[in-house]
């Protein structure tokens, strides 16, 4: 679960620097400075986030190399990460560091609200594939 987590946390982050970062232009990683730090802290987060990925995908293939991949559990860790980052970003990003907002210029609660919204929405698909995994996993028992 933890190898696809980091898959599905370096996901996330693509998708928000690709989409809400370079597509729409709405807001940069760090928006409290000028332009070119914005762009700056855009191209740190763009390496961690690739980095991470591919570090993530490394350890997907030796798993599946090793024959210990368990897919429910692949599948739980992969959500589990889309919505950790989501609710992070969110959260802590938004609201607490005030690194930057979704977007300016617009009433932000609507915005808000479906970005957290949708982040629990994936961490709880995570947290139930997480337990139906746990319970296949017994109902399997040990292996002989």
Known sequence: MVVCGVIGAAVMAAVDEIVFHQVLGWHHFYDRS???????SDGLLHTAELLALVAGFFLYA????????????AWAGL????????????IVDHKLLRLHQIRYGVDLA???WAWNLGGLALLLTGVVL????A???RAAGPAS
Do not use: S
Request: proline letters at 5%.
């Open 135 to 137: 319970r296949l996993g």
């Open 34 to 40: 000028t332009t070119g730090v914005g762009l700056l």
């Open 62 to 73: 030796d798993l599946r190399r090793r024959g210990t991949l368990a897919p429910a559990h």
């Open 110 to 112: 609507p915005y808000d």
């Open 79 to 90: 959500f589990l990460g889309l919505g950790a980052f989501q609710l992070f970003d969110g």
């Open 130 to 133: 997480g337990v139906r995994a």
